[in-house]
């Protein structure tokens, strides 16, 4: 057998098993793929717009995904959402429903905040109940009041 010969072969057989840990970490990566709930101003029909309500449903929604992975919600970029009443009281006033289910919230720049305006009632903003887990990207949280002896104005956690 030629040198030319061996090193083709070996050639050969590295392409090969490169292809083979290729395949095997594409299977690897599917297998690892998430069920997304994705709200955002492009996506039809979840998408919703800059008002509570609609990122109150958003926030319910995700809740209800019960894989492991959970659901994310991603806001439109930009968006102002200014609470204005208690939305939640399982674990004290909470001006979003609480977070149960494992849910990330991808913010573009929103902001979430409390109003300010004389008359709005004292509430956080989120709580993530035990059990429930709650990652945040790119956001401002801001406003929140927690008067009930149990902290988290902007975020109480008592899960992960």
Known sequence: MSSTSKTSDGLAARAIQRSTVLIGMSIAVMALQVATFTVSA??????????????A????TANADTTVAGATVTLPAACVYTLTT???TSDGPTGL????????????GATITRSAATGT?????????AGGNL?????TISGGVAN???????VLNRGT
């Open 135 to 139: 990652t945040l990207q790119s956001f």
């Open 97 to 108: 429903p609480a977070i149960t289910g494992h849910v990330t919230i991808v913010g573009n």
């Open 86 to 88: 208690v939305g939640d």
């Open 121 to 129: 009632p004292d509430f956080r903003i989120l709580v993530v109940a």
């Open 42 to 55: 492009s996506a039809a029909p979840a998408a919703i717009g800059c008002t509570t309500p609609e990122l």
């Open 57 to 60: 449903a958003a926030l319910t």
């Open 148 to 154: 009930d002896g149990s902290g988290g104005g902007g």
